[in-house]
């Protein structure tokens, strides 16, 4: 327990440093990042992002990652990266920048809601049971759901903290469950700014993604019908 709170401690002071570190190298960071967030328009988060030159990949990557930590939607960013850097970059980046946001977001909310969400969990069967659920097919829960584009990457992340799935089977279900979601919504994300030049692609895809997802829901819900 005392290591494990060392741990936590280092965690935290890490963070508060990287924070700090920001704010200090640039006041206006946080403003201007919020700000661009949420406006939702395109072109000034891919100008905003292109502004800053050389370190644009990088900032690329840390918007999406500090999205996924605070659990906002990362759509425009996702996109933002694809149009700027082309698909391949943009979804290698953005894979990278949410599996670690989302690792990290659960870290925290696991820490800092965890001991409150057992006792409301201990106060209900039904809940109980759902936490139960999660810990034995943890993994595959959250992979199959990780896997889906556009799904509200914050929500899962808050069931995941309030589960007894462990941080291992829930990073390696992120990181693999991730690849697809962002292949998909960078591609989407891309092809859509892009209709004039890839329609035919953006078509292709698009009717793909609800074949394959489509057959997955149905394939589920025959298990389901079966067992019961």
Do not use: C
């Not at 990557?61 to 850097?85: C, D, E, K, Q, Y």
């Not at 990278?96 to 006792?119: D, N």
């Not at 759902?130 to 595959?140: A, E, L, P, V, W």
């Amino acid at each position: 327990m005392k290591s494990e709170k060392k741990v936590k401690i280092a965690g935290y002071l890490l963070l508060l440093i990287l924070i700090g570190g920001i704010q200090i190298a640039d006041p206006t960071f946080y403003s201007n990042f919020f700000h661009v967030l949420i406006s939702g328009d395109m072109k000034e988060i891919t100008a905003y992002i292109n502004s800053f030159g050389t370190l644009a990949i990088f900032f690329g990557f840390m918007l999406v990652l500090l999205v996924n930590i605070v659990g906002l939607p990362s759509i425009f960013a996702i996109t933002a990266n694809g149009l700027l850097f082309g698909p391949v970059i943009g979804i290698i980046i953005s894979w990278l920048a949410e599996t670690i946001g989302v690792i990290i977001g659960f870290w925290l909310m696991r820490t800092i809601l965890r001991p409150s969400a057992e006792k409301l969990i201990k106060k209900s069967s039904k809940l109980t049971k759902i936490d139960d659920f999660s810990g034995k097919n943890g993994f595959k829960v959250m992979f199959i759901f990780r896997s889906l584009p556009y799904f509200p990457s914050g929500l899962l992340t808050a069931l995941g903290a309030i589960s007894r799935i462990s941080l291992k089977d829930y990073s390696l279900a992120s990181f693999l469950g991730k690849i697809p979601a962002t292949i998909l919504e960078v591609m989407i994300g891309h092809d859509i700014f892009t209709y004039q030049q890839n329609l035919k692609r953006l078509t292709i895809i698009i009717v793909i993604t609800i074949i394959i997802y489509g057959g997955i829901w149905l394939i589920n819900k025959k298990n389901i019908s079966n067992k019961n």
